[in-house]
């Protein structure tokens, strides 16, 4: 899924269009960190940066 957010966004998808669910507020940090750390290592500094605007959000559900 990282991979796939990293390349979608290099690819020009506007991180504001980008929808990613998670089950836990540990994994939606996971993958923003991850897909950041991916953006970077394909020298995509700017997207990288865009990731920063990014929110990501678990799904709600018990103890929310």
Do not use: I, Y
């Not at 957010?5 to 089950?23: C, H, K, N, Q, Y």
């Amino acid at each position: 899924l990282c991979t796939t957010l990293a390349d979608a966004l290099a690819g020009g998808v506007a991180p504001e269009s980008v929808l990613a669910v998670t089950f836990t507020n540990k994994a939606a940090a996971e993958l923003l960190s991850r897909g950041r750390e991916r953006l970077l290592a394909l020298g995509r500094a700017e997207e990288a940066e865009a990731r920063e605007r990014a929110e990501a959000k678990r799904t709600g559900g018990a103890g929310q």
